[in-house]
T-cell receptor, first 115, second 112 residues
Framework: AQSVAQPEDQVNVAEGNPLTVKCTYS??????LFWYVQYPNRGLQFLLK??????LVKGSYGFEAEFNKSQTSFHLKKPSALVSDSALYFC?????????????FGSGTKLNVKP | EPEVTQTPSHQVTQMGQEVILRCVPI?????FYWYRQILGQKVEFLVS????????KSEIFDDQFSVERPDGSNFTLKIRSTKLEDSAMYFC??????????FGPGTRLTVT
């Protein structure tokens, strides 16, 4: 079955340090991969996506993510974390060939950036 | 920058009542969605809507739920005979022909 996993409920990092938020997906067809961020009492904001092409994609607010087909992963990264990056991050997957309109979301990872 | 809007931001209703959650998608978008997020849980797909009909729905989206695009701008989710377990944040989303979906701020539904 199609699914996406975020193995860490919470990630803690000091301001200025690099951050990684992990995401893996089940192997099934060609995935379209997305990262969203949710601030308290707000909706989901689109950060970046991988559809095809270069495995390293860059998005909003200095975030980037690397698509790794062999490891079925799409980890979110940022070279230098800011306190304002503290939020809930969701990975989402769509599959190209079936359930075309359906986004599968991970369970979310809470990122805490400490000053 | 255009945004998806949702009203109300918070709806409290009694068990057994009907509620209608409203969304105004971004104007040139073609695909419309409803998701829900029960407190502390993941965001779950409910339904997608394209060309004035449901294109896909999840197992959650049973006969209790319905969607409508009554006037070309609004996109509504109706929940009939609400149950306690319907309490959640309900997110509307829309997208153009490209891939990413744009989400509204959500409606918090509390069923008492």
């Amino acid at each position: 079955a199609q699914s996406v996993a975020q193995p860490e409920d919470q990630v803690n990092v000091a301001e200025g340090n690099p951050l990684t938020v992990k995401c893996t997906y089940s192997v099934s067809g060609n995935p379209y991969l997305f990262w969203y961020v949710q601030y308290p009492n707000r909706g989901l904001q689109f950060l970046l996506k991988y559809i095809t092409g270069d495995n390293l994609v860059k998005g909003s607010y200095g975030f980037e993510a690397e698509f790794n087909k062999s490891q079925t992963s799409f980890h979110l990264k940022k070279p230098s974390a800011l306190v304002s990056d503290s939020a809930l991050y969701f990975c989402a997957v769509r599959w190209a060939l079936y359930n075309f309109n359906k986004f599968y979301f991970g369970s979310g990872t809470k990122l805490n950036v400490k000053p | 920058e255009p945004e998806v809007t949702q009203t109300p931001s918070h709806q409290v209703t009694q068990m057994g009542q009907e509620v209608i959650l409203r969304c105004v998608p971004i104007s040139n978008h073609l695909y419309f969605y409803w998701y829900r997020q029960i407190l502390g849980q993941k965001v779950e797909f409910l339904v997608s809507f394209y060309n004035n009909e449901i294109s896909e729905k999840s197992e959650i989206f049973d006969d209790q739920f319905s969607v409508e695009r009554p006037d070309g701008s609004n996109f509504t989710l109706k929940i009939r005979s609400t149950k306690l377990e319907d309490s959640a944040m309900y997110f509307c989303a829309s997208r153009p022909a490209s891939y990413e979906q744009y989400f509204g701020p959500g409606t918090r539904l509390t069923v008492t």
